[in-house]
């Protein structure tokens, strides 16, 4: 079964594609939202672009990583995009997903939630994932997610 973790900004979406069987990240990639394109038109251009993703690799379980509710400032721009995607999961084949901050995230993946900053980070490494220190922060994020999504 692959799963999907998805760690979203202002100007792209990185995603992780998991491999349960396999115990295994897939792919690590990232879409770029052109900036040419209106805000509806960028929405559209998303939710369209995840569907895709989602059916060429099969997902089946999903989650994404929100924007912590006590964060100082709020990106308009991301919580909209990461409500198409939610809507997205919603409209596709997937079983299961979920959505949440980082405590959602360290429980759907078992781990203290004070042990999850220094993993993202990079100030610790997470043994359950070949080369974590090459990963950014952002991928670090959307892999926690997609491992984390097997218990969605």
């Known amino acids: 079964m692959n799963t ?3 760690r979203v900004s202002p100007t792209e979406i990185t995603f992780s594609i998991f491999d349960t069987v396999e115990n295994s990240i897939i792919n690590i990639e990232e ?7 209106t805000v509806p038109e960028r929405l559209k251009y998303i939710r369209c672009n995840i ?3 989602l059916r060429e690799y099969e997902v089946k379980k999903a989650g994404i990583r929100l924007s912590e509710p006590s964060a ?25 997903y979920y959505y949440g901050a980082i405590s959602t995230i360290a429980a759907k ?7 999850i900053k220094p ?4 100030n610790e490494n997470y ?9 950014s922060e952002k991928e670090r994020e959307a892999v926690l997610t997609a ?6």
């Not at 879409?31 to 394109?37: E, G, V």
């Not at 995607?85 to 299961?96: R, Y």
């Not at 993946?109 to 042990?115: A, G, Q, S, Y």
């Open 4 to 6: 999907i973790g998805i």
């Open 31 to 37: 879409i770029a939202i052109p900036n040419a394109l």
């Open 51 to 53: 569907l895709d993703v």
């Open 72 to 96: 100082r400032s709020i990106s308009i721009e991301r919580v909209q995009i990461e409500g198409v995607i939610q809507e997205a999961f919603s409209s596709s084949v997937l079983d299961e």
């Open 109 to 115: 993946n078992n781990i203290d939630r004070n042990r």
């Open 119 to 122: 993993l993202v980070k990079g």
């Open 127 to 135: 043994d359950a994932v070949e080369n974590w220190q090459e990963l």
């Open 147 to 152: 491992i984390g999504a097997m218990n969605a």
